[in-house]
Nanobody, 123 residues
């Protein structure tokens, strides 16, 4: 069982930046791809970004490409999401996830989930 704990959400004005972190409880974190998803009120959960276990490969949704950057530090069992040029439509609860690359990319789901952290972007 892998536990994921997100931190770093908050309130920011449009055009601003926020960084999210997700700490994993497992020492074998590098065995898992890690991703970020988000869910806005009244909307379905959507894929944001994913990074491979060793951090070599990344993918982003079209809505965040060029503004968000996913990275990881396996020595710290942590994955990050740096969000720049935030827009009001980025407002959502952001969830960290871990699992296989294929599952995250093709099924937009994962084996393990964090509890979520709120990101609110004001206009």
């Amino acid at each position: 069982q892998v536990q994921l704990v997100e931190s770093g959400g908050g309130l920011v004005q449009a055009g601003g930046s926020l960084s999210l972190s997700c700490a994993a409880s497992t020492r074998t974190f590098s065995n898992y791809a890690a991703g970020w998803f988000r869910q806005a009120p009244g909307k379905e959960r959507e894929f944001v970004a994913v990074i491979s276990g060793r951090g070599v490969g990344t993918r982003y949704s079209d809505s965040v490409k060029g503004r968000f950057t996913i990275s990881r530090d396996n020595a710290k069992n942590t994955v990050y999401l740096v969000m720049n040029n935030l827009k009001p439509e980025d407002t959502a609860v952001y969830y960290c996830a871990a699992g296989s690359w294929t599952t995250i990319m093709t099924q937009s789901t994962a084996d393990y989930w964090g509890q979520g952290t709120q990101v609110t972007v004001s206009s």
